[in-house]
């Protein structure tokens, strides 16, 4: 990875962060692709709606993968893990509320699966192996986490953490935590679909579009505009 040496201030937050020219897929932290689950999580018969709560860094990312993956409904960045009265980005941004930058995923199961979403997240969205922090993003409030909200969820997303470290698919551990969701509070309005009003900022050039980027190439037929 090659570090810029500058700084950039981030929307809503009075405080400068370094960022970095990062790109999740050629970091070095995977070996080849990351494979499909390996479990049972077939496409329902019929059309509805789930969710699933995410959290894998800055959350305008993470937010924007998913409004490109195909059977997603809607998709809303926002805080989980901590209390109401800190669900504020600037009181987050302590790192000392228990929150994490996290999105909520509205998606339909009939035209794409959880385990399929976990795919892309730890593909593309995240790297789930740094601790507390993503890329230049450092602190408790961008861990990784899965947020379940039913048994099916949690036991979906543990045995495919248990079984892409068994194959060595990461050079180091996974550290993403699996808890259940107890709420998720939505993040102020100018941090909604924010990449899509801001392509031009540093931060989401260097490390948010290659991400788009990489779900487009390595998942073309999950992928839509």
């Keep these: 990875m090659t570090v810029l040496h500058s700084f950039l201030f981030r929307t809503?937050?009075?405080?400068?962060?370094?960022?970095?020219?990062?790109?999740?897929l050629?970091?070095?932290?995977v070996h080849g692709?990351?494979?499909?689950?390996?479990?049972?999580?077939?496409?329902?018969?019929?059309?509805?709606?789930?969710?699933?709560?995410?959290a894998g860094g800055c959350f305008w990312g993470v937010d924007a993968v998913f409004k490109?993956?195909?059977?997603?409904?809607?998709?809303?960045?926002?805080?989980?893990g901590g209390e109401?009265?800190?669900?504020?980005?600037?009181?987050?941004?302590?790192?000392?509320?228990?929150?994490?930058?996290?999105v909520k995923v509205v998606f339909d199961p009939s035209k794409?699966?959880?385990?399929?979403?976990?795919?892309?997240?730890?593909s593309v969205a995240t790297d789930p192996t740094q601790l507390n922090r993503q890329g230049p993003d450092v602190g408790t409030q961008y861990r990784s986490v899965i947020f379940y909200g039913d048994d099916a969820?949690?036991?979906?997303?543990?045995?495919?953490?248990?079984?892409?470290?068994?194959?060595?698919?990461y050079r180091h551990p996974i550290v993403t935590q699996v808890v259940p969701l107890q709420h998720f509070y939505e993040a102020e309005y100018y941090h909604q679909d924010y990449l899509a009003h801001?392509?031009?900022?540093?931060?989401?050039i260097y490390n948010d579009l290659p991400k788009l980027r990489a779900l487009k190439k390595e998942f073309p037929e999950l992928y839509r505009p």
């Design 26 to 29: 050629a970091c070095g932290s």
């Design 12 to 24: 809503g937050a009075r405080r400068f962060v370094p960022f970095l020219a990062l790109a999740f």
């Design 112 to 122: 794409v699966t959880y385990a399929q979403l976990l795919r892309v997240f730890f």
């Design 153 to 169: 969820q949690k036991e979906i997303a543990q045995n495919y953490i248990a079984q892409l470290d068994k194959a060595g698919i």
């Design 33 to 54: 692709q990351v494979p499909e689950y390996s479990g049972a999580d077939p496409l329902a018969s019929t059309p509805a709606k789930e969710t699933a709560v995410l």
């Design 68 to 80: 490109h993956v195909r059977g997603v409904k809607e998709v809303s960045s926002g805080y989980s």
């Design 198 to 204: 801001n392509t031009d900022n540093p931060y989401i």
């Design 84 to 102: 109401a009265s800190t669900a504020q980005y600037e009181t987050v941004s302590t790192g000392r509320t228990g929150h994490a930058e996290s």
